[in-house]
C-alpha cells in the first residue's frame, strides 16, 4: 500500500498521464479506504485518481470520487470543476459548461475551468471559438506551453500553418530542451515549403535525440527537396551544396543502419524503408 | 537560601501555562483574522506576466529563428510603449494620486497593522501582570554556575548585586519562556503555526510589509508606477540581439556523426567573432562620424538663419 502511495505520488508530481496505472493501483485504496490513512495526501489521491477513472471510462469510481471530495470540500472550485468533467464524460455539455461559467464567475483567474473551457468548446465542435477562448486565456496565463501545443493543434485542424508555427516557436521558448516540439514545428515548417529552415529544425532534433528516426526522414526529405531545387537567391542563409550531400548521406546511412538492425522492425517495412530510400 | 515550593507551583508554572495558552489563542485568532486569501485579479496577473514574457523572449530567443524573433521584439516593444498591458491603461502621465486613497494599499497596511497588534496586545498584557504581581520574585535556581555576565539576562528586575547569577528572577523566566516555547508550540500546533513570538519581532523590526506586500508594491509598500517598469523592460528588450541556435546545426550534427572533424566548429567559431569584431569597428566609425555630420549640419542651419 505504501508503494502504491509513493508511485501515485510520484506520478502526480512528473504529471505524466498513466490513467491506467493509476487507476490499478488507486482502485484498491479508494475501495478498502485505506486511502484515508494518507491524512492530507488522500484527497489529492482522490482527485487524481478521479480524473484518471474518468480517462479510462469507469464512471462508478470516478463518481465515487468526487463525492467523497465534494463531502469534504463543499463548493469548492477545484471539485466543481471535477464535477464538470464527470459530466463532460457523460456528453453532458451544456450542463458542464455552466459549472465551469458559474466558477469563473467567482473566480475569472481559475486556470483549470478556463482551459476546460476551451476544450468544451472544441468538444462541441466549434473550433473558432475555442481558438478565441484559447487567445484570451493565453494572452494572461503566457507561460502555460500545454496551452500554446493545443492552440497549435487547432490551428492545425483549420490549416493554418503559420499560425500553428507560431505557437510552436513560442512552445519552443518555453520548452526547448524537448526533441518532440522541435519535430513538430519542423514538420509544420515543411508543410509551409520552407525546406531550409525546417532541414535546420530536424538537425536540431537528430542533434536531441540520437538517431531519431522521424528526425532522419525529415532531413533526408528536406535534404533531397534542396538538392533537387534550384540554389537559393540568399546564399548566406542556406545550406552549402557540400553539407547537403552530406546530411542527405549521413541520414540515409543511419536509416539503413537503423533498419539493418537486428529485431529492429519487420522483414516487409525494413523492404519498404530500402526502397523508398533508394527512390529519393 | 531556600525557595518556597509555593513559588513553583503558584508562580513559575502558572506563567508557563499562560504563556502556552496565550500563544494557542493567537494561533488560532491569527488563522480566524487571516480568512480566506485574497483573490487575484485577471488584469495584475496579466501585466506581471507579460513582463515574464519579455524576460522569456530574452533568455530563449536563441531557440527560434530570426524572423520570430524580431516579430516579437517589435510586437512587444510597441506594446510596453503604448502600455498595453497596463492594468489602468489612463494613468501612464497621470500624476499619482494620495496613496492612502487605493483600497489595496491600505489593505495590505491593514493586514501588518492586524499582525503588529497581534503579537504587541498579549505580550504587554502578559509583561504588566508578571511586574505587577510578581515583580522582584526569584523563581527558580539553574543546576550549573554561571559568569556574571549572565546577570542582565536572568535576574532583570531583581538588581542585587550579591546573589549568585543561578538564580533567575520572574521577568527573566518570562523572557525565557517567549524564545525557548517556539518548538513546543510546534509540537502543539504543527508548523508553520502563528504562534511564534520571534517571527513576529522580526516582521514588526521590517514593519510587516515585506512578507504582506502584493505584486505591485515594492519593499517599502509604495505602489510602483508599472509603466516605468514596461519602458526599462523595453529598453531591455531594445538591447537584445538576436543569436539563432541552430545557425551552424548542420555542421554539429556531422561533427557529432563524426563526418566531419570537430575542428570545423571552432574554426567557425573563430570566422563569427572575426566577422562580429570587423561589423563592431564599423559601428564604432559610423559612430565617429555622425555627431561630426550632425554637427556639420547644425552649423548649415545656423549659417542660413543668419543669412
Known sequence: MVNAAKVLQDLRASAERKPDVVVRLGKPLIDSGAVLKLDADAWLVYEQVAIAALDMGDDALALKCIQALETKFPGSPRVRRLQGMQLEASGKLAEAGLIYKAILEEDETNVLASKRQVMLLRA????????????????????DFEGWLQLADLYLDELMYAQAAFCMEEVLMLQPQNHIFHLKYAEILYTQDNFQLAL???????????????????????????????????AAAATSHEDLEAMDLLATERLIALYGAPGAAAESSKVA???????? | MLLDPAIRDWVLIPIMIVMVLVGVVRHQVTVLLNGTPKKADLKSARETKALQRCGLLRAHGVHIPEHAFHGRKAFLSEAFEKGTYLKETNTGNKPRGNVMQDPAYVETMMDGMKKNMMNIVPQTVIMGWINFFFSGFVLVKLPFPLTVRFKGMLQRGVETHDMDVSWVSSLSWYFLNLFGLQSVFT???????????????????TMGMGAAAGPNLSPTGQPQDMHKIFLAEKENLDLTEHEWGLENVETRLLVKYGKKPA?????????????????????????????????????????????
Open chain 1, 124 to 143: 462541441m465542435g466549434l473550433p473558432s471559438e475555442a481558438i478565441s477562448a484559447l487567445v484570451k486565456y493565453l494572452d494572461i496565463n503566457y507561460t
Open chain 1, 200 to 234: 535546420k529544425q530536424f538537425c536540431r532534433v537528430v542533434e536531441l535525440c540520437r538517431d531519431h528516426v522521424r528526425g532522419l526522414y525529415g532531413i533526408k526529405m528536406c535534404a533531397s527537396r534542396l538538392l533537387k531545387a534550384a540554389p537559393s537567391k540568399d
Open chain 1, 273 to 280: 524503408a530500402t526502397k523508398w530510400i533508394e527512390i529519393q
Open chain 2, 187 to 205: 509540537l502543539i500546533l504543527g508548523s508553520g503555526h502563528a504562534a511564534d513570538a520571534m517571527r513576529d519581532m522580526q516582521a514588526m523590526s
Open chain 2, 263 to 307: 575542428s570545423v566548429l571552432l574554426d567557425q567559431k573563430k570566422a563569427k567573432i572575426a566577422k562580429l569584431a570587423g561589423r563592431q569597428a564599423t559601428k564604432e566609425f559610423a559612430a565617429v562620424a555622425a555627431p561630426s555630420a550632425a554637427a556639420a549640419n547644425a552649423s548649415r542651419k545656423k549659417g542660413r538663419r543668419q543669412v
